[in-house]
């Protein structure tokens, strides 16, 4: 399996709130819609939660960058297996779509995107 990572950050124009909402309720079924075409094999959202620990957590690492507000981790069977799905007609339209609905609400700019194997230490 292949993994592809993708720490977001939000439009600057966008609260907290409204970025998790539009990811969850309009980009999610975007993406499940697709999935076949794509062959994405799993599809997670890991949302940033605000909670007492933050800032410690962030002056521990000094506390220079600023934060994410969320993780998306999509899964293939392989590179082979992605690079396939998105090389088709019908996979190509439907990345595109994808990207162009994530300028709605993601700072692309602001937001690496990687490909990476799970190396599991615990679980």
Same mark, same amino acid.
């Given at each position: 399996?292949?993994?592809l990572v993708y720490p977001l950050r939000?439009?600057?124009?966008? +609260?907290q709130e409204e970025f998790q909402r539009y990811w969850r309720e309009t980009h999610a079924p975007l993406v499940a819609s697709h999935a076949e075409t794509l062959r994405i094999r799993r599809y997670i959202q890991?949302? =940033?939660d605000? =909670?007492?620990l933050d800032d410690a957590l962030r002056e521990s690492r000094g506390g220079a960058v600023e934060p994410?507000?969320?993780v998306a981790e999509l899964w293939?069977? +392989?590179v082979e297996d992605l690079a396939a799905a998105q090389s088709s007609e019908a996979g190509a339209a439907a990345a595109r779509e994808l990207l162009a609905d994530e300028a709605n609400f993601i700072d692309l700019e602001a937001s690496p995107?990687?490909?990476a194997q799970e190396n599991v230490v615990v679980g």
């Open positions: 399996m292949v993994k939000r439009r600057r124009d966008l +609260s890991v949302h =940033t605000a =909670t007492p994410f507000d969320g293939w069977d +392989s995107v990687w490909l």
